[in-house]
């Protein structure tokens, strides 16, 4: 069963504009990541953040996490068309035993030059 | 340093034929992941091994095996494919179950 849920399942913007993601989740996590895929590649990770950690930052991205709301967000500040890709986020649980990696559907974005 | 490398990229089967995803990476890593990826969907986990000589079902392990041969090398095989099991095959390897992975570039397999 997919876990994180981003929203919204696709989002089309300027070049310059930013661009914002949801993902909410159910249970309780260890850590939150987000990866980037580009049409027929393999996934790239883009940052991890932990349960403790509230923003993470990376560059042009920004991560939040609430875990009271059980959701985070990712924004891309000055998108590029180079930004065009499917964004997930994955869950890690906090049990022991619960170690599983569980992926959402992704949010695809598009970046018009 | 090549990170996470698969063969073959691409493969078409018949029905009830059988074959081997290699899988391996050069980082050192100590888990080792087989994920596959339908069309609008996100990836879903087939087998792990959480580290060399174990190895545990993911959420969708029906049809498949899997083989840690070494701390390196990961394989996944389809002992009688089905076509429900057209799909990309995705290998992906992290330091340890709790960090970020690291994906190869997949596997497109077509069952006819």
């Known amino acids: 069963s997919q876990q994180g849920e981003e929203d919204p399942q696709a989002l ?15 249970t309780s996590i260890n850590n939150l990541q987000w990866y980037r ?14 349960s403790n950690e509230r923003e993470k930052h990376s560059g042009r991205l920004r991560v939040t996490l609430d875990t ?41 974005l598009s970046v018009i030059p | 340093n090549a990170g996470v490398t698969q063969t073959p990229k ?15 990476q050069d980082m050192n890593h100590n888990s080792m992941y087989w994920y596959r990826q339908d069309p609008g969907m996100g990836l879903r986990l087939i087998y792990y091994s959480a580290s060399e000589g174990t190895t545990d079902k993911g959420e969708v392990p029906n049809g498949y095996n899997v083989s840690r041969l070494n701390k390196r090398e990961f394989s996944l095989r389809l002992e009688s494919a089905a076509p429900s099991q057209t799909s990309v095959y995705f290998c992906a390897s992290s330091v340890d179950q709790l960090g970020e992975q690291y994906f190869g570039p997949g596997t497109r397999l077509t069952v006819t």
């Open chain 1, 12 to 26: 089309s913007i300027q070049e310059g504009e930013n661009a914002t993601m949801n993902c909410s989740y159910k």
């Open chain 1, 37 to 50: 895929q580009n049409s027929g590649r393999g996934l790239v990770h883009l940052i991890l953040i932990r």
């Open chain 1, 68 to 108: 009271s709301k059980k959701s985070s967000s990712l924004l891309i500040t000055a998108s590029r068309a180079a930004d065009t890709a499917s964004y997930f986020c994955a869950t890690r649980g906090s049990g022991a035993g619960s170690y599983q990696l569980t992926f959402g559907k992704g949010t695809k």
């Open chain 2, 10 to 24: 691409f493969q078409v089967l018949k029905t009830g034929q059988s074959m081997t995803l290699q899988c391996a």
